[in-house]
């Protein structure tokens, strides 16, 4: 790197700039946070009193939090459970086939997440508003996998792409019928993965904006429409508190992940190092 | 080219195994492509059909005509504007903060990714509203500017473009970071070694050598900032005034308060075409990238 040893003036501006540009990333969030707690939610920042009545307020009589956030439990755990199934489904076919038009099914996912979510929000209107599905939890859960199924897809793909097929192949030669190796090889390996590709659609779904609040209707509203509709038409304070929630609970998401990415890590490793402690011992073997 | 090669691969005996897989993977992949036929393709195709309908049920231009003038037209090119502007500064920022990550030591470069990434998966709604907080007139960043003694503090933040495009740029930013930092890890840094061996000043090595190699992947991050942004109204909506309506926005009124379904279907399809062309671009770009990279190593 001596070739871009910077001056220590230019690598402090750098380091200080980076430092702004980070803060202002994460400020928005702290901000949430803090004054969730604080005991006017209006008023000036840092606050000067704390409180827990927001969130105290979000289960009262009368409040409309409690019946939005179990619709979007229960939208984003439909959605989940249909992108699993298309996920696993596509990235077998995907890997471990010869699949024709693989490159034509390659741009049928990814469509989804290239175009723009208001026109597929838009689409999914038309087609479920004459079938007089509006509001229905599940047309919103069906909108919701067209966005979280290709997640998972291509979440899939790469776990499966990641398994040393010699493992499954070793498996076959060993006798193991195709539903064996399904199993007892292939799927505790791709666990780590398929957890992580139900956290994602999870939360592609219970984010999701634009698809809900096409479907929805007035009885129906998931989550992120009612914190769009209370950031819009009424002023109420708890809305700081769900919000508050709602980064709690994508901070741990994210660190589920990141904890059974690292636990199956150390899986394929070891049953490699088992055939490879094979593969030491057949000489000897021989030699007997 | 991997497909080519597994399509040739098999030999003749093989033959009936190859048939086999053939059908597992068309079996397998029935679900997706059947979903999004049905779910994804259709729905689009059915918007593209509603644009061009009349009331009468014949085909007409009329809904373009309209999208394309007078207000409607003010909302799309107020949408290309607030789209470029987060584009500029997402990709200023961007090429920033992702050159100065990429010069950490692996810890400090884990931290730092984790704060681009963690509110990347934060509802954007939440995030708004974080701003909402801070650039109001007794908010953060006017309190902090008042202490300061910045002439002409507080300012108006709120509800104008420029709560919008700092609203907006917070939200696309860290997919430029994600994108601008593995570009710049791909970059051989022995290039850079080689051209200083040469004599080459930083702000040459700078010039000549680094940028050239990042330039593809910073266009490709700047149009993409620019796309997603083209199709976003969730911040400026609750930060930005009538001034500042998008295309997307638009649409969801002339459906939800007007029942102007083919109105909106024409916008969607106009949003839609200004999508491909970017998309078009940054494959452009890619592929031109990927050439020149070619003929540098050969």
């Known amino acids: 790197m001596m070739e871009l040893r910077r001056t220590l003036a230019g690598r402090i501006a750098l380091t200080a700039v980076a430092t702004v540009i980070l803060l202002f990333l994460a400020l928005p969030i702290v901000v949430i946070l803090v004054t969730s707690f604080s005991d006017n939610a209006f008023a000036a920042f840092p606050p000067d009193s704390w409180t827990l009545g927001w969130y105290k307020a979000l289960f009262a009589d009368g409040s409309k939090w409690p019946a939005a956030l179990s619709l979007s439990a229960l939208v984003a755990c439909l959605s989940t459970v249909?992108?699993?199934?298309?996920?696993?489904?596509?990235?077998?076919?995907?890997?471990?086939?010869?699949?024709?038009?693989?490159?034509?099914?390659?741009?049928?996912v990814l469509g989804p997440l290239l175009i723009p979510q208001i026109v597929t929000a838009l689409g999914l209107f038309l087609l479920f508003e004459p079938a007089s599905m509006l509001g229905s939890p599940l047309a919103i859960a069906l909108g919701h996998t067209v966005l979280a199924s290709p997640i998972a897809v291509l979440i899939l793909v790469a776990t499966l792409r990641g398994i040393d097929e010699r493992l499954e192949d070793a498996a076959a030669s060993m006798g193991a019928g195709r539903l064996t190796i399904a199993r007892r090889i292939?799927?505790?390996?791709?666990?780590?993965?398929?957890?992580?590709?139900?956290?994602?659609?999870?939360?592609?779904?219970?984010?999701?904006?634009?698809?809900?609040?096409?479907?929805?209707?007035?009885?129906?509203?998931?989550?992120?429409?009612?914190?769009?509709?209370?950031?819009?038409?009424?002023?109420?304070?708890?809305?700081?508190?769900?919000?508050?929630?709602?980064?709690?609970?994508?901070?741990?998401?994210?660190?589920?992940?990141?904890?059974?990415?690292?636990?199956?890590?150390?899986?394929?490793?070891s049953l490699l190092s088992v055939e490879n402690t094979a593969g030491i011992a057949a000489p000897g073997g021989e030699a007997v | 080219m991997a497909a080519t090669l597994?399509?040739?691969?098999?030999?003749?005996?093989?033959?009936?195994?190859?048939?086999?897989?053939?059908?597992?993977?068309?079996?397998?992949?029935?679900?997706?492509?059947?979903?999004?036929?049905?779910?994804?393709?259709?729905?689009?195709?059915?918007?593209?059909?509603?644009?061009?309908?009349?009331?009468?049920?014949?085909l007409t231009l009329h809904w373009y005509v309209e999208a394309l003038t007078g207000i409607n037209l003010s909302v799309l090119l107020t949408t290309v504007r607030i789209s470029a502007e987060t584009a500029l500064f997402s990709l200023v920022f961007g090429f920033v903060l992702a050159n100065a990550i990429s010069r950490l030591k692996p810890l400090w470069a884990g931290v730092a990714m984790l704060i681009v990434v963690v509110p990347h998966f934060i509802s954007a709604l939440v995030r708004t509203y974080g701003w909402i907080i801070l650039l109001g007139d007794k908010g953060l960043v006017n309190e902090a500017m008042a202490k300061l003694w910045v002439p002409g503090a507080p300012f108006q933040l709120l509800y104008n473009e420029i709560g919008v495009v700092i609203g907006t740029t917070s939200v696309m930013l860290p997919y430029t970071v994600l994108l601008l930092y593995g570009v710049m890890r791909g970059v051989d840094r022995r290039l850079l070694a080689a051209a200083a061996s040469m004599g080459a000043g930083r702000v040459t090595i700078f010039r000549r050598v680094y940028l050239p190699l990042v330039a593809p992947g910073l266009a490709s991050a700047g149009l993409l900032s620019f796309i997603l942004s083209l199709g976003y109204y969730i911040t400026p909506a609750l930060m930005g005034g009538p001034d500042q309506t998008m295309i997307a926005s638009l649409i969801n009124q002339q459906v939800m308060k007007q029942n102007q379904w083919n109105g909106a279907a024409a916008e969607g399809v106009i949003l839609l075409l200004l999508t491909f062309a970017g998309l078009l671009l940054v494959k452009l770009i890619t592929s031109l990238g990927a050439s020149r990279k070619k003929r540098s190593a050969s």
């Open chain 1, 186 to 269: 292939t799927f505790p390996l791709a666990a780590p993965g398929m957890i992580a590709a139900a956290i994602f659609s999870f939360i592609t779904s219970f984010d999701e904006f634009y698809i809900s609040q096409f479907l929805s209707s007035v009885d129906t509203v998931t989550l992120p429409v009612q914190i769009y509709n209370s950031l819009t038409f009424d002023i109420d304070p708890s809305v700081t508190a769900i919000s508050a929630i709602l980064i709690a609970f994508a901070i741990l998401a994210l660190a589920l992940v990141a904890l059974v990415r690292w636990l199956g890590s150390g899986r394929q490793d």
């Open chain 1, 82 to 108: 249909f992108s699993l199934v298309i996920g696993v489904t596509a990235a077998t076919a995907l890997t471990r086939s010869e699949l024709p038009l693989r490159s034509a099914v390659y741009a049928l």
């Open chain 2, 6 to 58: 597994t399509a040739n691969a098999p030999a003749r005996p093989r033959k009936l195994l190859a048939s086999r897989r053939t059908r597992v993977g068309i079996l397998y992949a029935l679900p997706v492509v059947v979903y999004l036929l049905v779910l994804f393709v259709y729905p689009i195709l059915s918007t593209l059909f509603l644009s061009l309908k009349s009331t009468d049920g014949s």
